[in-house]
């Protein structure tokens, strides 16, 4: 497969794609924002040029920043709450500021807070800053933002015209408005602005604020999920999910980081709940996690042990995170990784073997060269959960194979999942030469799968090359045409 990543990530974690506390690409810094970073909030209109032409909005960049410091000024109270997963707290800490008749600055500035933390209170924190100014194109802006994050494209496609009419500077801008016109059906729009967009020379603005819209949730929103399970219902399990979240904690799509911190935390409270091989385990991925672990030979010397003969009884999402931070920081090599495959194909083929197990199982099978394992699991892993991770894997191998025989067909696992780009590209380079139509509505499929994930760029790194070239594709379609 020509278009296809010589090795896509095509189970539950790409296990080295990031070394976990690495930073390895860092968005646009924001400009018209100022919110306390332990929120973790704001949307993308703060890009280094989206504020060109602004100066005659009803709400000043001025009384913007004003009201974002006030809110900011809450940050150190804020912190320990949203840590503790206190998030409604938190919120309250903040609310409880706005002044009795707050200004739609007042309103705008806290929506902004709220983009990641709380969606559904951005909405309606942005709706009320329309209220008062309904002329304002900032507002607008931040409200095609939310609109278009909870996937309501061809509602948010006017409010980035009003916005882009006065601010054509804002690449980013236009890349979204290309995707709200091509979800809604308009090809020949979406080119067109797609083509505003400036790029590939702004790519990493617009990178930047495709990952805002529609990149991974926040941190802290699956935090706060996870803690709330693990006081709900207290066990390994659980915990085990919340401190492997904590360790891989996935800041955005470029950059994960490893909350010590939090671990200990959680530790101190749900400790209890593991047992002696599990705190060895959490040990281990703590002391790997830490800035001195690639090259300590001590360390290396104590995760071989430990993976030589790896305890059956610890929970799946530590060895997830295991075998993530142990190739990730060089504490592991591939090789050492086999008795964990062993263990983990055991425990995905029995009848309790979860979606989990199944995909994990499957990717150190793929790590290890064991082929054999790896088509096993990928068919368990369909059959059982119709795992997307097992579909792709299956699917993409069987691509480059003379004699392709996979559990499922290309159209049933698109029929499940059209957000897979993989998928969809596969379906496209399918088509014959003639099949025109069917190429143009795979190649629309493909584009907007693509901008949810940017999973087809190179080397897993999140940018805008494959993109770009699938609207160039879709440009000399369309100009072909009679």
């Not at 300590?296 to 075998?323: E, I, N």
């Not at 897993?460 to 100009?479: C, I, K, Q, T």
């Amino acid at each position: 497969m020509s278009g296809l990543p010589k090795s896509p990530c095509s189970q539950l974690v790409c296990l080295v794609a990031v070394s976990v506390s690495c930073v390895t690409t860092t968005p646009a810094p924001r400009a018209e924002r100022v919110t306390p970073p332990a929120l973790d909030a704001g949307s993308a209109s703060s890009t280094s040029d989206a504020g060109v032409g602004l100066a005659g909005d009803v709400i000043s960049a001025q009384a913007l920043a004003e009201a974002s410091a006030r809110f900011g000024d809450a940050q150190a109270r804020t912190q320990a709450l949203i840590q503790a997963g206190r998030f409604d707290e938190a919120v309250a800490v903040l609310e409880a500021l706005l002044p009795a008749s707050p200004s739609a600055a007042d309103l705008l500035a806290i929506g902004n807070i709220h983009f990641r933390l709380n969606p559904d209170a951005a909405l309606r924190f942005h709706r009320r800053a329309a209220e008062l100014a309904p002329t304002s194109v900032r507002v607008a802006l931040e409200l095609a933002y939310d609109l278009h994050q909870r996937g309501e494209a061809r509602e948010a496609c006017p409010l980035y015209e009003r916005y882009l009419a006065v601010a054509p500077q804002f690449s980013a801008g236009f890349a979204l408005l290309a995707h709200c016109r091509l979800a809604g059906g308009d090809v020949s729009g979406a080119i067109s602005a797609w083509k505003q967009a400036g790029l590939p020379r702004k790519h990493r603005q617009v990178e930047s604020t495709l990952g805002e819209v529609f990149g991974p949730p926040s941190p802290w929103l699956v935090r706060r999920r996870l803690l709330e399970e693990a006081r709900r219902a207290p066990g390994a399990l659980p915990v085990a999910e919340l401190l492997a979240q904590a360790l891989v904690f996935q800041l955005d799509w470029w950059n994960v980081d490893s909350k010590v911190d939090l671990v200990e935390l959680d530790l101190t409270e749900f400790g209890k709940h593991l047992s002696k091989q599990d705190r060895e385990a959490v040990a281990l991925l703590v002391a790997a996690a830490r800035p001195v672990a690639p090259g300590d030979p001590a360390l290396a010397r104590r995760w071989s042990t430990f993976l030589a003969r790896p305890p059956p009884g610890v929970p799946t999402p530590l060895y997830a995170v295991m075998a993530n931070l142990g190739l990730g920081r060089q504490v592991v090599s591939v090789k050492e990784l086999a008795p964990l495959a062993a263990l983990m194909k055991r425990r995905a083929q029995a009848k309790t073997g979860t979606q989990a197990d199944v995909e994990l199982a499957a990717a150190l099978a793929q790590f290890v060269g064991d082929e054999a394992s790896l088509d096993a699991l990928d068919a368990l892993g369909w059959q059982r959960f119709k795992s997307r991770a097992c579909a792709q894997s299956a699917l993409i191998r069987a691509s480059g194979s003379s004699k392709p025989s996979t559990p499922m067909s290309l159209a049933e696992a698109i029929a499940i999942h059209p957000d897979s780009p993989f998928l969809q590209l596969l379906a496209l380079e399918g088509l014959g030469p003639d099949e025109t139509e069917a190429q143009e509505r795979v190649l629309v499929a493909l584009i907007l799968a693509e901008f949810k994930n940017l999973a087809l760029s190179s080397e897993g790194l999140h940018d805008v090359a494959a993109l770009h070239s699938f609207f160039l594709r879709l440009e000399a379609m369309n100009a072909a045409k009679p």
